[in-house]
C-alpha cells in the first residue's frame, strides 16, 4: 500500500512539473506560474523552473560547440519533438 502512495504521488509530482514546464516554456511569466502552482514563495518557483531553462541553455551551448556530444543531442532531439 506504501509503495502504491509513493508511486501515486510521484507521477502526481511529474504530471504537475510537466504542466509547469509547459507554462513556462510557452511564456507565461514567472509570478502567473507561482500562483497557478499555489508556491508561496517565488523563490520555490524559480528555483524549480529558472534551473531547468539554465539547464536546457548549457546544454544547447554544449551542442553548439561540439554537436557529436551524446548528452547535449539527446536533449535537443527530446525538446524539440516535445514541441
Known sequence: MAVECRT?????DFIRHT???????SGTDIFT???LLGH???ETTTKIYLHDDIED????????????DE???KKSNTK???F
Open 80 to 82: 524539440s519533438s516535445t
Open 57 to 68: 541553455l548549457e546544454k544547447n551551448i554544449r551542442w553548439q560547440i561540439d554537436p557529436t
Open 33 to 35: 506560474l507561482q500562483k
Open 71 to 73: 548528452d547535449s543531442n
Open 19 to 25: 504542466y509547469g514546464t509547459l507554462l513556462y516554456k
Open 8 to 12: 501515486k504521488s510521484k507521477r502526481l
Open 40 to 42: 508561496a514563495s517565488i
